[in-house]
């Protein structure tokens, strides 16, 4: 089987990547994100796909692609994906 790539295991784990500014105004204490953060992705998934607290330690990203690479690799979706596979 051929491995899949770090979009397909974000889909197949019903991973989602947003850009901050598209989607808050204000942080979780309601005071206004920071320009410098508007640009960054973030990670978001089901409340019930992962431990509490796994999803909020992915640090902010860069860029979409690596805000996926960073969901694959900290939540391991490829290790997960092998051992639904076998």
Request: hydrophobic residues 40%; proline residues 7%.
């Amino acid at each position: 089987m051929t491995p899949a790539s770090i979009s397909e295991l974000c889909q197949r784990f019903r991973i989602a990547i947003y850009q901050v500014g598209e989607v808050y105004e204000t942080d979780q204490d309601g005071r206004p994100i920071p320009d410098g953060e508007k640009d960054k992705w973030f990670v978001s998934a089901p409340a019930d796909m992962f431990p509490h607290g796994e999803i909020e330690a992915i640090p902010l990203s860069n860029t979409e692609a690596e805000a996926e690479a960073l969901a694959v690799s900290r939540l391991g979706l490829r290790e997960l994906q092998e051992a639904i596979d076998r």
